[in-house]
């Protein structure tokens, strides 16, 4: 195996495409390569005879010969032979090598592809599924009400709400001890209004906010309708350039 051999973990491969843009090329798709391999072997055959007064050797050489036939049906392999063929007749460029030498933007990129059919590139990659953000998006007002339970029991675990907490309490019992009925009211007023100020507090740095039914619905809509089944990959070739996407 050459030391420059590619191992390609691929994601989506159009063999159909690619049998027909071969064979447009190549004059018909080649189905399969067969390869023979021979293999020989000499034996000497030896006698020897012991006659008194010489002694003679008589034999020869055996020779056998095996042969071994073997095919190998094209498949992925036909994404690296037509990558060499689109490169080499012009067809395709690689838009990394292609850009390596020049300052980056996204209107020399888009001339240096001008005129290219097809497209090389290696960069930054981000999966779009579609089916699957609808599916979320169904979920969605679930997923931030549990997160948020979350962080309310965590907030309520922490030193600073117990003290809180205690402080409220402490008010609560000054509040029962209280004889005037007056000053016990103005009391009571003020408690209710700490409570609801702690719990205003609270839920401002916990609340993650609802999507009304109506958005998550218009966006469900739109996946049917637009992108029903939809995957995208987006290649991004150029750190420096993030508008630019294959």
């Keep these: 195996m050459s ?10 491969f159009d063999f159909e495409k690619a049998a027909s843009l071969f064979s447009q090329v190549e004059g018909g798709l080649l189905k399969e390569i067969k390869s023979e391999t021979e293999d020989s072997h000499d034996e000497k055959n030896i006698r020897k005879y012991d006659l008194k007064l010489f002694k003679p050797e008589f034999g020869g050489v055996v020779s056998e010969k095996t042969s071994k036939l073997e095919s190998r049906i094209l498949h992925h392999d036909l994404l690296i032979k037509i990558e060499d063929i689109l490169l080499n007749n012009n067809f395709a460029i690689d838009i990394n090598d292609a850009a390596q030498s020049k300052e980056i933007d996204s209107g020399i990129i888009r001339s240096t592809i001008k005129g290219f059919s097809y497209l090389k590139a290696e960069g930054w990659a981000v999966i779009e599924d579609y089916e699957r953000i609808k599916r979320i998006s169904g979920q969605f007002n679930k997923i931030t009400e549990f997160i948020g339970k979350c962080a309310l029991d965590t907030v309520k675990q922490s030193d600073e709400y117990k003290e809180i907490e205690s402080q409220l309490k402490d008010f609560e019992n000054q509040i029962k001890v209280e004889k005037d009925r007056n000053k ?63």
């Design 3 to 12: 030391k420059d051999f590619a191992l390609c973990d691929l994601l989506y």
């Design 184 to 246: 016990k009211a103005r009391l009571r007023v003020t408690l209710k209004k700490l409570e609801e100020k702690v719990g205003f507090n609270i839920k401002d740095s916990i609340d993650i906010g609802r999507v009304q039914d109506w958005l998550i619905k218009g966006i469900q809509l739109f996946i049917d309708v637009f992108l029903p089944g939809r995957i995208n990959l987006r290649i991004y070739p150029f750190e420096s350039v993030p508008e630019f996407q294959v």
